[in-house]
């Protein structure tokens, strides 16, 4: 590579490509090759399941049922769900920038002590489980939480439980994915808009606000599609009263075994999330138009006067207050008033929840998470090789679109739909450990892409052709040059891989074997049972799997670098 670096830094003149149009088509016959593997693991472990489910639930010996779709939506509860689910989504959306916006300002613009401390504590609650969330916000909001000892308030009975957790999941989406914009905006903008007599708040509106946007509108839309295919804050916070389009999915499949309905469901789900990807491609390419403008690094200054002192005491108290709190609360409910008794407690078999000792989920978690990653790595990895270049054609854009889909798909569907169609030989993995890590790899995938995806396209490719025309092959051109460049973004898309594949629910609660289950699973399933013990177990569990992910998330705090971008 240090060679290669010398020729296109002394301008040395390389010899002629045989022809424009040849080293095209070679390129493209290679990303094609590329994507082969990923494209046939997508097909085989997602879009023959998903399509598996549906058709179970749709055909029968007559042919096609699709006037279910009609008798399905003319139900006044389907329909109560639908709207429950659009709504919520919009008023979660609407909350999180709301509160976000100004941490995003204050992460972008001040330089302060603790930053990169606060930084890891705001994105916390994003890799963390959703079934965490839901336990950490039961501890916070319910029956003998804090708030219910102190003032006599519950809010598990209303939907501003689900709000907030829907907040404090989301709030650091806005923060990155718009703070990292930010940051590269040129503040002289906005100050020469200023001098010229506008005031703080219409120089901010007329100059600042058109340039994040695109970016605004990618977080706005990557919430959107999170909080409304949200299923374990529902699941846990919900109950009976408050249904989601997902945990509506899961109910019709486990609970009633009406797979026709679930399957119209999955199929409205799948448009909707299709046409929220649709948009947020759209606006990711506008906001890539507008990045680079000026280094990051030297926008961020020390807070001036006493308004931004009181903006910077203000972000760092919803911090303590929205996303602390929460994890503080259910550190102490898992302690309780018996010390580590709950703790031990997971040290002991209860056949009437588990076949095993519910400690054991953690070795199991550890091990299908890290399968997982090798997994994610391997197929996402992959996939950003191919996609590298901007001028790819539409086929290869298209399936960037298709890798985004297992976050918006029913994880449920999913689930379920390996049991219905991975039960034949040669697939038949039923029985197979490795079910559960190809489930989680599907949700790895897209952040693996998403972290490798912009420092590869930041890899001069004259660098490459320098070490071609020195001899290289191909494949020692990309080990000698851009592996040594994005191995540290690798590891952190590894390290995401891990996070998410470790706190996956939707589809694990399917397929985990019950004496082989998983963090997330047996959380779920003590929460599931009346009694204190049962209840002190799950914040114990909940507890051990934010550590793991808060630790893992350190890690890559420690491997961060401006290039790797954002999620």
Known sequence: MDLARTEVDRGTALPPAPSRAGRRAKGVAARLALLAVPAAFFAVFFAYPVAAIVARGLRTGEGWQLGRFAEVLAQPDVRQVLWFTTWQALVSTALTLLIALPGAHVFARYDFPGKQLLRAVVTVPFVLPTVVVGSAF????????????????????????????????????????????????????????????????????????????????????????????????????????????????????????????????????????????????????????????????????????????????????????????????????????????????????????????????????????????????????????ALTRRDAGRLVRGFDALLMLPLGVSAVTVGFGFLIALDQPPLDLRASWILVPLAQALVGVPFVVRTMLPVLRAVDVRLREAAAVLGASPWRAWREVDLPMVRRALLIAAGFAFAVSLGEFGATVFIARPDNPTLPVAVARLLGRPGELNYGQAMALSTVLMIVCAAALLVLERLRTDRTGEF
Do not use: C, K
């Open 138 to 385: 039961m501890a916070l909001t319910g029956r003998g939480g804090l708030l219910h000892e102190w003032w006599g308030v519950r809010l598990d009975t209303t939907v501003w439980a689900i709000l907030l957790a829907h907040v404090f999941f989301n709030y650091a989406v806005v923060v990155r994915t718009v703070g990292g914009l930010w940051a590269q905006l040129d503040p002289r903008q906005e100050e020469a808009a200023r001098m010229l007599g506008a005031s703080p708040g219409a120089a901010w509106r007329r100059v600042t606000l058109p340039a994040l946007a695109p970016a605004v509108a990618a977080a706005a839309l990557m919430v959107f599609l999170f909080t409304f295919t949200s299923f374990g804050v529902v699941q846990i916070l919900g109950g009976p009263a408050f249904s989601t389009l997902e945990v509506e999915i899961y109910r019709q499949t486990t609970e009633v075994f009406d797979l026709s309905t679930a399957a119209v469901l999955t199929m409205i789900q799948f448009v909707a999330v299709g046409a929220i990807l649709a948009l947020h491609a759209w606006t990711v390419r506008r906001r890539e138009s507008t990045l680079r403008l000026v280094d990051a690094s030297v926008t961020a200054r020390r807070p001036r006067g006493a308004r931004q002192w009181a903006l910077l005491g203000a972000v760092v108290a919803t911090v303590a207050v929205l996303l602390v709190a929460p994890l503080a609360v259910l550190v102490q409910r898992s302690f309780g008033g018996a010390g580590l008794d709950y703790y031990r407690a997971l040290t002991s078999e209860d056949n009437g929840v588990f076949l095993v000792a519910p400690v054991e989920a953690v070795g199991n978690s550890l091990q299908y998470a890290l399968a997982a990653t090798a997994i994610a790595v391997v197929i996402g990895g992959l996939a950003a090789v």
